[in-house]
């Protein structure tokens, strides 16, 4: 049985109360199911009518002065600790920002991009083929015969599969990107990716990135190949470096020629890193062979084209000053970092 109450008394109880917890104690032991006044109530029915309607007048001014009381003191109780929270939670605004670490792009996936931007301005599409190519694919179509020397010149890895190589160049997407077009006019894609050969020291690594070039259409001449590559070489590198092409040798082109821009350590002078030359060769290409059209699928009669391959890591040593490109792959942040603001537009 709970005991009796009276108004004077719960006035004073709940004025004391100094925790919600106590209010919401009273609050059951009051109004609560079997609290005090809701007994009371049940009581009634047992009352003569008269006694019953002043009794219960009573009981409900009682209750809606107790639940009214209750809901007071909560409030205030409520914001009492609101208050306090605020003075203990005050902000120093004295206090520096906290600078989010936000991640950074890796110097080779920033050189690729801009070289994929400039491929896309002048107007080529970019094309992409799988780094476990059939030898077929990565050798024969590109007039690589089996026994061909040029073949020991890659220093390949093999599989397990018999047939299948890692691709020693982006090469091979030459081929698919005939095939994929099945004849039509004009080819023009800019194939990016990696590339796989057995080298390792200060200016080769086994995983490296290439990018290749591959415009095919009626009437391409080699005066196409020498005004694109000079006009992509100086987006790429800056106008003002200077370039010269070498004729050379490629099995999938004929003729073939190689493209140097001026050493940018000595500029022309001649040191150790140009081998006192004053150039360094930034990529090969040429007009595309016969064979190699046929077997994308293309006759060498109604159609020619160029093609070029570079090394996008000497690309990367060249914007970003580097001396050895081993350092890129190694993620070491400290290192990588360094890069963030180099390379100009990079
Ligand atoms: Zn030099």
Same mark, same amino acid.
């Given at each position: 049985?709970?005991?009796?109450?009276?108004?004077?008394?719960?006035?004073?109880?709940?004025?004391?109360?100094?925790?919600?917890?106590?209010?919401?104690?009273?609050?059951?032991?009051?109004?609560?199911?079997?609290?005090?006044?809701?007994? +009371? @109530?049940?009581?009634?029915?047992?009352?003569?009518?008269?006694?019953?309607?002043?009794?219960?007048?009573?009981?409900?001014?009682?209750?809606?002065?107790?639940?009214?009381?209750?809901?007071?003191?909560?409030?205030?109780?409520?914001?009492?600790?609101?208050?306090?929270?605020?003075?203990?939670?005050?902000?120093?605004?004295?206090?520096?920002?906290?600078?989010?670490?936000?991640?950074?792009?890796?110097? @080779?996936?920033?050189?690729?991009?801009?070289?994929?931007?400039?491929?896309?301005?002048?107007?080529?599409?970019?094309?992409?083929?799988?780094?476990?190519?059939?030898?077929?694919?990565?050798?024969?179509?590109?007039?690589?015969?089996?026994?061909?020397?040029?073949?020991? @010149?890659?220093?390949?890895?093999?599989?397990?599969?018999?047939?299948?190589?890692?691709?020693?160049?982006?090469?091979?997407? +030459?081929?698919?990107?005939? +095939?994929?077009?099945?004849?039509?006019?004009?080819?023009?894609?800019?194939?990016?990716?990696?590339?796989?050969?057995?080298?390792?020291?200060?200016?080769?690594?086994?995983?490296?990135?290439?990018?290749?070039?591959?415009?095919?259409?009626?009437?391409?001449?080699?005066?196409?190949?020498?005004?694109?590559?000079?006009?992509?070489?100086?987006?790429?590198?800056?106008?003002?470096?200077?370039?010269?092409?070498?004729?050379?040798?490629?099995?999938?082109?004929?003729?073939?020629?190689?493209?140097?821009?001026?050493?940018?350590?000595?500029?022309?002078?001649?040191?150790?890193?140009?081998?006192?030359?004053?150039?360094?060769?930034?990529?090969?290409?040429?007009?595309?062979?016969?064979?190699?059209?046929?077997?994308?699928?293309?006759?060498?009669?109604?159609?020619?084209?160029?093609?070029?391959?570079?090394?996008?890591?000497?690309?990367?040593?060249?914007?970003?000053?580097?001396?050895?490109?081993?350092?890129?792959?190694?993620?070491?942040?400290?290192?990588?970092?360094?890069?963030?603001?180099?390379?100009?537009?990079?």
């Amino acid at each position: 049985m709970v005991e009796p109450i009276s108004w004077p008394d719960v006035e004073r109880l709940i004025a004391e109360a100094s925790s919600t917890e106590q209010l919401k104690q009273f609050r059951v032991a009051w109004l609560g199911k079997k609290g005090w006044i809701t007994a +009371q @109530m049940k009581e009634l029915g047992g009352l003569s009518p008269e006694l019953r309607r002043v009794r219960g007048a009573e009981l409900n001014t009682l209750r809606n002065h107790v639940a009214t009381a209750l809901d007071a003191k909560q409030a205030l109780l409520e914001d009492a600790a609101e208050h306090e929270k605020l003075l203990r939670e005050t902000l120093d605004l004295t206090l520096p920002g906290r600078t989010p670490v936000a991640g950074l792009l890796h110097p @080779m996936t920033r050189v690729r991009r801009r070289i994929e931007d400039i491929a896309l301005r002048l107007g080529f599409s970019l094309a992409y083929g799988p780094q476990v190519e059939s030898e077929w694919y990565n050798f024969e179509a590109l007039n690589i015969p089996k026994g061909h020397p040029a073949r020991d @010149m890659q220093d390949t890895f093999f599989v397990d599969v018999p047939g299948l190589v890692l691709r020693t160049h982006t090469s091979p997407v +030459q081929i698919r990107s005939m +095939q994929d077009r099945q004849g039509a006019l004009p080819v023009k894609v800019f194939a990016p990716g990696l590339v796989y050969r057995r080298d390792d020291d200060a200016t080769h690594v086994p995983m490296f990135q290439q990018v290749e070039g591959l415009w095919l259409d009626r009437h391409i001449s080699l005066g196409d190949l020498l005004g694109t590559l000079t006009e992509w070489v100086g987006e790429l590198i800056g106008p003002e470096v200077a370039t010269r092409f070498r004729s050379s040798y490629f099995p999938f082109t004929e003729p073939s020629v190689e493209m140097d821009v001026g050493c940018a350590i000595c500029r022309g002078s001649g040191c150790r890193i140009c081998k006192d030359t004053g150039w360094v060769e930034i990529l090969g290409s040429g007009m595309v062979h016969p064979a190699v059209l046929k077997n994308g699928g293309y006759d060498p009669d109604q159609v020619s084209g160029f093609a070029f391959g570079m090394g996008m890591e000497r690309v990367a040593m060249r914007l970003f000053g580097l001396d050895d490109l081993r350092l890129l792959y190694q993620n070491d942040l400290r290192y990588l970092e360094r890069f963030q603001s180099g390379g100009d537009a990079v």
